[in-house]
């Protein structure tokens, strides 16, 4: 189970990596990893999932600045999901689908959108896998396409663009029931987070939606 974990620490930092570069159409190969704020490059003891950033206090080992926790919860919650992944039986799609959340998760959360050439690319190979394995729900995806249509037109001032599009592509893999569901829990967490946020009198900045979206997806799976 620790080598699961590990593995997924590293997985979590290479898809915050991805998250932060590609939606700004940079390379994720060049140049090395560096801090953000004086971009020095990293040292390879700076690298290393977790340990690093607490070690360094939060902060950058050449500057001082502070350092986002998104990264090391990126890298906890990654490692989490592949120690999920080794103890129960889970299909590799649903594996695969909840990857493809977390990653755009993080994108909502850097950069409150998401690549779209991935997110088609991921659209496709999940209709046609559903399609092909006659799991697809054509009446979810029917009814939702209905109410993707009028959001688009009449409710972005409720629900983005992108959150609509993204669970558009997820509803050929869930029953209307579940559809809705995913829904409610994801609303109750946004609000609950809102709600906290307030209490500590935190500044109020635009609330990164699918994050809630994908844990109410995994809850989905995992019980249904």
Request: net charge positive; hydrophobic share 50%; with cysteine.
């Amino acid at each position: 189970m620790f080598l699961y974990f590990i593995i997924g620490c590293c997985f979590g930092s290479f898809l915050c990596l991805v998250a932060q570069r590609v939606p700004q159409d940079l390379s994720i190969i060049s140049p090395r990893s560096h801090c953000v704020n004086c971009q020095q490059t990293l040292r390879w003891y700076e690298l290393i999932p977790l340990l690093s950033i607490v070690i360094q206090r939060f902060r950058c080992h050449s500057c001082q600045a502070r350092l986002s926790p998104i990264y090391p919860l990126a890298e906890l919650t990654s490692g989490a999901l592949f120690m999920y992944a080794g103890t129960y039986s889970t299909e590799t799609v649903h594996l695969i689908w909840l990857a493809i959340a977390f990653l755009f998760s993080l994108m909502d959360i850097f950069h409150l959108a998401i690549d779209t050439r991935i997110f088609y690319f991921s659209w496709t190979f999940l209709w046609v896998y559903w399609l092909l394995t006659a799991q697809f729900q054509v009446g979810t995806s029917f009814v939702f396409s209905l109410i993707t249509f009028g959001l688009l037109r009449y409710g972005q001032a409720y629900l983005g663009a992108g959150d609509t599009l993204l669970l558009l592509s997820w509803s050929g893999g869930l029953t209307s029931s579940q559809l809705i569901m995913l829904l409610f829990i994801a609303s109750c967490l946004g609000i609950s987070y809102f709600g906290l946020t307030a209490l500590l009198h935190k500044k109020r900045k635009q609330l990164p939606f699918i994050p809630f979206l994908s844990i109410a997806l995994w809850l989905i799976l995992h019980f249904r």
